[in-house]
């Protein structure tokens, strides 16, 4: 084995620890739940691991699960007070978002105003990303920031990680 691969096999094994112990701590941890952030309205589920040429943008699809009971606001919220649901990548992580397609959002009637419309996203959904790595192998902790409400109050914002080993060949 070349130093590459064992570094890689390091970083894996690595993950896989913090994960295992990540879910043996969290309340929610069950056959069905994988949220990393504990009672978590929005939980990433996946992909883990990608591989993508490098200098490419390449298409990645994130998906995501919306707590029952919650919704959050889409990308494009009806009003201008609403904060909109955004993907991130730090600049500083081997990897750059070249664009994110977000789903259109549902339509949800305010059960104290039933004139208001909200644009928002409930059960499950996708983000489609296009996104460019230099080459190696790259533990991107990009991010996930939304608004979570439900029937009859909004929180505030909160802002959860999306670990993806994007691998650049």
Known sequence: MNWRTISRWAAIVGLL????????????????SRSIARGAPVEYLFPEQVTIAVGKASPVALHFRVASGFHINSHTPKEESLIPTAFSVPESSGVRLASASYPDGEDFIL??????????????????????AEHGNHLVQASLHYQA?????????????VPIDVIGN
């Open 17 to 32: 620890n913090l994960a295992l112990m990540m879910r043996s701590q969290s309340p929610l941890a069950d056959s069905t």
């Open 149 to 161: 409400c439900d029937k009859s109050a909004c929180y505030p914002p909160r802002t959860i990680t």
């Open 111 to 132: 059960p104290l105003d039933p004139s208001t419309r909200l644009s928002v996203y409930t059960g499950e959904f996708t983000i489609q990303t296009r996104l460019v």
